[in-house]
């Protein structure tokens, strides 16, 4: 009976330092998301207007002057690039994303993939982890590191990258999967196509419905800039929402996690004071039997 309450009495322990790690991680990603929240509502709305701009130029233009990012080619080769966390921990944020990209490759490209024609661009170490151990061959690089400085100028280069593959003709696609933050409870994991800019889908019915633009200075000169800026932005807008995805993520799952420790603890301490009980009980018998034996 010791033994049982010296092993109930551990596990209480061991359970009340977990959920003292569980609180201070929910603390911390609840820091971690108000910082992250903020930024992507703020950058949200712009990017958008960006993109929403960027697919009104290039639908209402027979080609762009700035590598053809908006020309569809027929789809021979494919990039997904995969954007998840470093840590775990938060969930099923991170196997969502990577479904996401596994369902990509087994419906819209799965005539590509069959052909071993689809590559993946990691971004984070869960991703890149789960995704080297599955298609080693397949994944074309990563950047685990991009999430320590999410500065715009820290992550250019990536979508610099793409925009080159894309017009250097090495992939005929390129989608992205990500995290999509909506609120601190709920967070979809979303792919996108990035290249080519996806058109605006809208009724020709006369030429009076086509966004109508003024270059200054020149068509040529502005856009040469302006596309790969916005394709640009647009990248860093999945990052950001990515990483508000990430700890929002973390601090609802370690919050459950913390009220599942409270509940175990309830029913360790009835198992703790059951065996107790028993334990005097059995002694006090023990007691009474040895009084009654002494008198007889």
């Not at 990515?242 to 301490?269: F, I, P, Q, V, Y």
Request: aromatic residues 8%.
């Amino acid at each position: 009976m010791a033994a049982n309450l010296k092993e109930v009495r551990e596990r209480i322990k061991s359970v009340k330092s977990t959920q003292q790690i569980t609180k201070a991680m929910k603390m911390v990603s609840a820091a971690k998301l108000r910082r992250a929240q903020d930024s992507i509502v703020r950058m949200r709305p712009y990017a958008d207007k960006l993109n929403e701009m960027l697919s009104h130029i290039l639908s209402n233009m027979e080609g762009d002057p700035s590598g053809s990012f908006g020309v569809a080619r027929e789809v021979k080769k494919v990039l997904i690039v995969v954007v998840t966390s470093n840590r775990g921990l938060c969930g099923a944020f991170n196997s969502n994303v990577i479904k996401k990209a596994l369902y990509l490759c087994e419906t819209k490209y799965a005539k590509q993939f069959d052909a071993s024609n689809v590559d993946l661009l990691c971004i984070g170490k869960k991703g890149r982890d789960f995704l080297r151990k599955r298609f080693k061959s397949r994944v074309n690089g990563d950047y685990v590191d991009l999430f320590n400085d999410l500065s715009f100028d820290a992550i250019v280069e990536v979508p610099v990258l793409l925009m080159e593959h894309f017009s250097n003709e090495n992939y005929d696609a390129i989608e992205v999967c990500y995290g999509r933050f909506k609120n601190a409870a709920v967070q979809y994991a979303e792919s996108t196509q990035y290249l080519p800019v996806p058109k605006m889908k809208t009724k020709k019915v006369t030429d009076k419905r086509r966004a109508d633009y003024i270059f200054e200075p020149d068509q040529q000169s502005l856009l040469e800039t302006l596309i790969p800026s916005i394709l640009q932005t647009q990248f860093h807008r999945f990052l950001l929402d990515t990483n508000a995805s990430e700890h929002g993520a973390r601090m609802t799952a370690m919050d459950k996690a913390t009220e599942n420790a409270e509940e175990l603890l309830r029913e360790l301490k009835i198992s703790y004071n059951k065996a107790r009980q028993e334990a005097i009980t059995s002694e006090i018998s023990e007691i009474v039997g040895g009084a009654a034996a002494l008198e007889g």
